[in-house]
């Protein structure tokens, strides 16, 4: 099955999947498709949480939330090129996004671009300074990551 569509019945295990498919197929509330999304990504779903920002983002260009969750599942996928991609739409459509300056950082420091993840997070404190304390947390976390086991960061 092509990951940019949903599921359609009859591509699931059950025939309650079959049902919740057909009800997501009919949604056009992107708000409500990218609470689906971020739902399927939990789940482990990368590909049905893709298809639904993807939906999301046809009825709602430049949305946000949207495109926030779809570098979430594309980060889960490990498909950083375009977790990266979908976090560079959200900032030049909301230049305001922490979120997306944080989630951007995060994957730029996992495939070693440790200057632009600096430079990212520093931006996303500017707007969000009450992330100091997480942020310092995460980054230090990244940092003993990679002394102990540099695959773990880059992925390789």
Avoid at 32 to 55: E, H, I, Q, T
Wanted: hydrophobic share 40%; proline share 4%.
């Amino acid at each position: 099955m092509n990951e940019s569509t949903l599921h359609t019945p009859g591509d699931s295990a059950t025939p309650a999947d079959d049902s919740i498919n057909a009800l997501l197929a009919q949604l056009t509330d992107p708000t409500a498709l990218v609470a689906c999304a971020r739902a399927r990504g939990a789940a482990g779903d990368v590909a049905g949480a893709v298809a639904l920002c993807r939906k999301a983002l046809t009825l709602s260009p430049g949305d946000a939330g949207a495109l926030v969750t779809l570098g979430e599942a594309c980060e889960a996928g490990h498909r950083w090129a375009e977790a990266l991609a979908a976090y560079d739409e959200a900032i030049a459509a909301h230049p305001d996004c922490a979120e997306a300056y944080k989630r951007r950082g995060g994957v730029k420091f996992r495939l070693n671009d440790r200057l632009g993840a600096f430079d990212d997070l520093k931006h996303a404190l500017t707007l969000r300074p009450d992330w100091a304390d997480a942020l310092s947390d995460e980054l230090s976390n990244r940092n003993r990551q990679a002394a102990a086991r540099p695959e773990d960061v880059t992925g390789q």
